[in-house]
């Protein structure tokens, strides 16, 4: 982990809801695998917590790009950073997912809004191709699929109200390809996204028997195990205990997640 201050090389529209900010920091480059994130100092801010936690999207030699929406008080302010501008980042933080697949496994990505951030960094890694499944809302929502396709990964899309491919939720078209492939289905999932689309695919790879990598968005203040805002009940060796999603996540296999309903698998 670093404490770096970079400066902007470029802050970019995706699409109409998001934006792209590249800064150049070459130490937490250097080190950022994906599933990582970084904790971003936004100067406007006066509260207690001065930092925002955003998933590494790219890493480009010295650059690192996030992707990321404006949602209050903290993004609106990173909207009017220019080039030039120093940027106060501390990274790579968090654990980040397995850059390799299981033998005989086929990657799966499953992306809900900026899910798919660190899910391309991580389909620029991963030495296998295979699929993303993204959904959001309506078109506007759904994100870099041009570019999945660019690294030669399939995309399939689905969005609520079918304004692009088919309509609802993005695990429709997942659990119709499963179905398609009979009892041949051998998935390794990594997903990013809400919580409904991971719960569901928890219970989806429970029922078959698949290894799934999930990544958590909690709420977080200090992003590096400190401060204790980001806990998560999980089961290792058999036992209920509490984790910081901040520093023994943000990924986790889904076995080990205890959703707020208690299930899980022992
Ligand atoms: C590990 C991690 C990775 C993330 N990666 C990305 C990313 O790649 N791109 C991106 O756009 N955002 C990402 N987020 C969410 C991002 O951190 C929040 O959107 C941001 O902190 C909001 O700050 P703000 O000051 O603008 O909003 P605030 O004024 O603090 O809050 C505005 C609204 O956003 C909600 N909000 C705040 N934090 C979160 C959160 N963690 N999850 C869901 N809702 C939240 C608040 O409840 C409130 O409704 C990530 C969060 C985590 C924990
Ligand atoms: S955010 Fe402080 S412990 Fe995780």
């Not at 109409?16 to 080190?31: F, H």
């Not at 994906?34 to 890493?59: E, K, M, T």
């Not at 397995?98 to 030495?127: C, E, H, N, Q």
């Not at 969005?159 to 499963?178: C, H, K, N, Q």
Request: aromatic share 8%.
């Amino acid at each position: 982990m670093q404490l770096e201050t970079g400066n902007v090389v470029s802050h970019d529209s995706e699409g109409t809801l998001y934006r792209v900010l590249t800064l150049e920091l070459p130490n937490i480059s250097s080190n950022a695998v994906p599933g990582q994130f970084v904790h971003l100092r936004v100067s406007a801010l006066q509260d207690a917590v001065l930092r925002r936690p955003f998933s590494i999207y790219r890493v480009d030699g010295k650059n690192l790009s996030i992707l990321y929406k404006n949602v209050g008080r903290g993004t609106s302010s990173m909207c009017t950073l220019r080039p030039g501008d120093a940027v106060n980042v501390l990274g790579p933080l968090g654990n980040g997912f397995p850059t390799a697949v299981s033998s005989g496994k086929f990657p799966v990505l499953v992306a809900g809004g900026y899910g798919v951030a660190p899910l391309y960094f991580l389909a620029t890694r991963l030495p296998v191709k295979g699929v993303l499944f993204v959904g959001g809302a309506r078109a506007r929502d759904i994100l870099l699929n041009d570019r999945f396709k660019a690294l030669g990964w399939n995309v399939c899309i689905a969005t609520e109200d079918g304004s692009l491919g088919t309509r609802g939720r993005v695990t429709e078209p997942f659990d119709a390809w499963i179905q398609s492939l009979g009892g041949d289905a051998k998935p390794e999932i990594f997903a990013c996204g809400p919580n409904g689309m991971l719960k569901a695919l928890c219970d989806r790879a429970r029922q078959g028997g698949w290894n799934a990598w999930i990544s958590l968005d909690r709420h977080m203040g200090c992003g590096v195990g400190a401060c204790l805002a980001c806990i998560q009940r999980v089961v290792m060796e058999g036992q209920e205990v509490l984790v910081r999603v901040c520093k023994e996540g943000p990924v986790f296999e889904s076995r080990t997640i205890v959703w707020e309903d208690g299930n899980h698998e022992a």
